[in-house]
Every structure is written in C-alpha cells, then in structure tokens.
C-alpha cells in the first residue's frame, strides 16, 4: 500500500481520488484550502487520512503539509498534482491581474508543491508524480487561451521532470481530462474575464457561452477518472500522458494530424535556415 499526496482534494476530481486511494487501502494525505470540507466528506476514515490545510500559492504552507505527511505515515509515494482553476476569455481581454492569478494556481502553486514534496520522493529512490492537465494542455481552443496557456506550461514541466527523476527512480506523467463533470465549469470555481470585446464576440464569446450551458452535461464522469488515474499509477511504467476521455482522444489525435501535415507542408522553409556547412 501507499502513501498518496493529492492538492485540491475540497471536491471535484481531487476528492473522487481521494475517495478512491482510500476504498484501494491506501494512505492519504488529501489537501484543500479548506480542510474541513475534506473531513466532512470522507468521516470514517481516521487512520488512513490524514485532511491538511494547503493553499498552493503558499510555499510555508506546501513544507508545513509534507513535514506532517512524513511524520504520520513516514513518507509519500505518490504525488498527485491537481489543485487548478479555469480561466474563460479571450486573450486580449484578459488583464495582467486574471492572468496572473491563475498561473499562480496552475503553474506557480505545482511548482511549490513539486519542490517540497520531490525531496522525499528523491531520497526514497522510488514515487510517482502525476499531474492533472488538460485536453487544453495539448491543444488551446477560442476563449481558453490563458488558461491552455497554465496548462502547456505544465506539459513543458512534466516532460522535463519525467527526464530529470528516471534516473532517481521517480516516474512523472501527466494526465490530460477533457470535461469532467465537477463544478470547474461552475461559478464557484471558473473565472471569467471582466472586460469584453465586442469583436470576439463568436470565438472568446462564444466559448462563455458553451461554460455557462455546458456546466453539468460534460461528458467525463469524475469517479471514471479517479479510477483510471489509480490504474497508471499502480502500472510497472506509467506512459508520458494519459488522455482521459472519447473527445480528447479525437481532438488530440486532430492536432498531431494538423502539426504533422504543416511540418511536412513547410519543411523545405524550415531546413532553408541551417547554416551552409550543417
Ligand atoms: P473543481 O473546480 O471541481 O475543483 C478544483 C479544485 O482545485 C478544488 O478542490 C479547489 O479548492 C482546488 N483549488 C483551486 N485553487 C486552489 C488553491 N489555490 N490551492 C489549493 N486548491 C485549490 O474542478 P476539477 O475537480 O474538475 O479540477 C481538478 C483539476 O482538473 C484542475 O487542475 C483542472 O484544471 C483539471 N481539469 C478539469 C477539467 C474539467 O472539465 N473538470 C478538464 C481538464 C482538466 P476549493 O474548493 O478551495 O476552491
């Protein structure tokens, strides 16, 4: 049995991990900004859960929750990255401040996390790290530009750190859900950008609309999600990525067509810049 770390366990996809660690026998170290919404959700479970405050913009409090992890279960084997908001708008009318804030959730708040949990990991020559991305994390649609934005720039960090923890016996991988049906679409948890530009009115426009209908009717079912995540994270070697989900499939394999065909449409352009002797 392991020792599961899991950010952004209040609800949603965080918590039906939780749920699921726990129902497999595992331990859990489970984090929200409210760590009672945790308790409330999961009573019964007093010894393998172990529900800690953790906002992850904050690095005292990402040090403070590891150091009490280890000391009740003695260490973490398995790191899940998922605390993340989205962010609706086109680019040009999001302000700095909205922009900013969600990098600091998505991007800045996992680099916190990794760096004060990766030590234990490193120094137990062994763990898993899985970090929760998106369909958005691989391709970026109208109105989800800053948001895709957090998301690639997890990629880019989780393909790196999978390359920098092989060799000390930690495996990264991320996972790449397309709509699941939790509150990310709600009120409660999507932003929406203040100004609006009549110009984007059918693409960054159009894309709040779809938020605002769509909330309930996503096609991923969280506890589906939660299970599959257990299954890479038990496999001998998990893959670089995991889509979750039918329509990710379809748009991430819509993607590499269209990257592959514009490589082979423009490569002469492309070689044209070598230098002579190369
Ligand atoms: P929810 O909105 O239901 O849950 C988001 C979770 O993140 C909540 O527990 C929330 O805590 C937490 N969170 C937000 N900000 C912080 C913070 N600063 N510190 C700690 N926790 C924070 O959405 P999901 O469960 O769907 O989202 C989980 C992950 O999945 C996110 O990374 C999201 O980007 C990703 N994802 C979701 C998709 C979807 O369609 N649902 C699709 C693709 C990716 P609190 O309760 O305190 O607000």
Same mark, same amino acid.
């Given at each position: ?70 000391? $009740? ?44 949990? *990766?030590?234990?990991? $490193? ?6 790290? @899985?970090?929760?991305?998106? %369909? ?36 990264? %991988? ?15 948890? @999507? ?11 059918? *693409? ?39 889509? @979750?989900? *039918? ?32």
């Amino acid at each position: 049995m392991s020792v599961w770390f899991v950010t952004g366990a209040s609800r949603g996809l965080g918590l039906e991990i939780v749920k699921a660690a726990l129902s497999e026998g595992h331990s859990v170290v489970a984090t929200a900004r409210d760590p009672q919404s945790i308790e409330k959700a999961l009573p019964g479970y007093s010894e393998s859960l172990l529900a800690l405050p953790l906002d992850v913009t904050s690095e005292n409090a990402a040090l403070a929750a590891v150091q009490a992890a280890v000391a $009740r279960f003695g260490t973490i084997d398995v790191l899940v990255n998922n605390a993340g908001r989205g962010l609706v708008g086109a680019v040009e009318e999001t302000s700095d401040a909205e922009a900013r804030s969600v990098f600091d959730i998505n991007v800045f708040g996992l680099l916190t996390v990794l760096r004060a949990v *990766t030590p234990v990991l $490193r120094a137990a020559r062994s763990g898993r790290i @899985l970090n929760i991305s998106s %369909t958005g994390g691989v391709v970026a649609w109208a109105g989800w530009g800053v948001y895709s934005a957090t998301k690639f720039a997890l990629e880019g960090i989780t393909e790196a750190l999978r390359l920098e923890l092989e060799p000390l016996g930690v495996q990264v %991988t991320s996972v790449q859900p397309g709509p699941l049906r939790t509150d990310f679409l709600a009120s409660s948890s @999507l932003g929406h950008v203040s100004r609006v530009i009549d110009d984007y009115a059918t *693409t960054g426009g159009a894309s709040r609309e779809w938020a605002a209908s769509s909330h309930g009717q996503q096609e991923g079912d969280p506890e589906k999600a939660a299970q599959a995540i257990l299954t890479i994270a038990a496999a001998d070697e998990m893959p670089a990525r995991l889509p @979750l989900g *039918t329509s990710t499939l379809g748009d991430i394999r819509t993607k590499l067509t269209a990257v592959g065909d514009e490589l082979e449409k423009w490569q002469e352009l492309s070689r044209s810049t070598d230098v002579a002797s190369y």
